[in-house]
């Protein structure tokens, strides 16, 4: 079965610096989707990027952007210049195909202005 | 981007009692949707899948008997919670899946969270 580990149960940044959440999967399939979310105090789960593993490409949505490291299996989101407005819970998320997204324990994010 | 509505939003019951949460896709047609529940400062659980005109697919450990899933068209799911007790306690979460899109991507509702007295 696939796993999601995010090692980081909370980080902090101050405004305007810039942060790295971890996240690290487990499969035995080479195509697949990795995805993180963004859940704020309202509980809204929110897309903030999605990265096809068949694309050496790590992809970038302005100022948020991953490191995907296939063969690690790594899968690193880097959020620059941040706002207060990034603070949330962060949850890092595999799925393979049309099955289920399979979710990480989550990494709590802190902004300090 | 794809609208997916929950209601209620909150609902407080009293032990007993059963709960319907509606979930809605706005403006697209949602062959799947997924159902998923959430403890405090916890990751979502996934409980069932539930695709339209067809029984839904419960994770293990889940009662199907307690958690009835509906999911009579292509824009409407409901979870419904039968003999609601103090431990069903919890914030829900539905999700859609887009219907034709390659990356399938799911989007997620508002949350409903349910408070059992």
């Known amino acids: 079965a696939q796993t999601v580990t995010q090692s980081q149960p909370e980080m902090s940044v101050q405004e305007a610096e810039t942060v790295t959440l971890s996240c690290t999967y487990d499969?035995?399939?080479?195509?697949?989707?990795l995805f993180w979310y963004k859940q704020p105090p309202s509980r809204q789960m929110i897309l903030v990027i999605r990265q096809e593993a068949y694309k050496q490409q790590n992809a970038t949505e302005n100022r948020f952007s991953v490191n995907f490291q296939k063969a690690a299996k790594s899968f690193s989101l880097k959020i620059s210049d941040s706002q207060l407005g990034d603070a949330a819970m962060y949850f890092c998320a595999y799925r393979k195909g049309y099955s289920t997204l399979t979710f990480g324990k989550g990494t709590m994010l802190l902004v300090s202005p | 981007g794809a609208v997916v509505s929950q209601h209620p939003s909150r609902v407080i019951c009293k032990s007993g009692t059963s709960v319907k949460i509606e979930c809605r896709s706005l403006d697209f047609q949602a062959t799947t949707m997924f159902w998923y529940r959430q403890f405090p400062k916890q990751s979502l659980m996934l409980m069932a899948t539930?695709?339209?005109?067809?029984?839904?697919?419960?994770e293990q450990g889940v009662e199907k008997d307690k958690f009835l899933i509906n999911h009579a068209s292509l824009t409407l799911s409901t979870l419904t919670v039968t003999s609601a007790h103090p431990e069903d306690s919890s914030f829900y979460i539905c999700?859609?899946?887009?219907?034709?899109?390659?990356?399938?991507?799911?989007?997620f509702g508002p949350g409903t969270r349910l408070t059992v007295l």
């Open positions: 499969t035995s399939e080479s195509d697949y989707y």
């Open positions: 539930s695709n339209e005109g067809s029984k839904a697919t419960y």
């Open positions: 999700s859609a899946r887009v219907l034709g899109q390659g990356s399938n991507e799911q989007f």
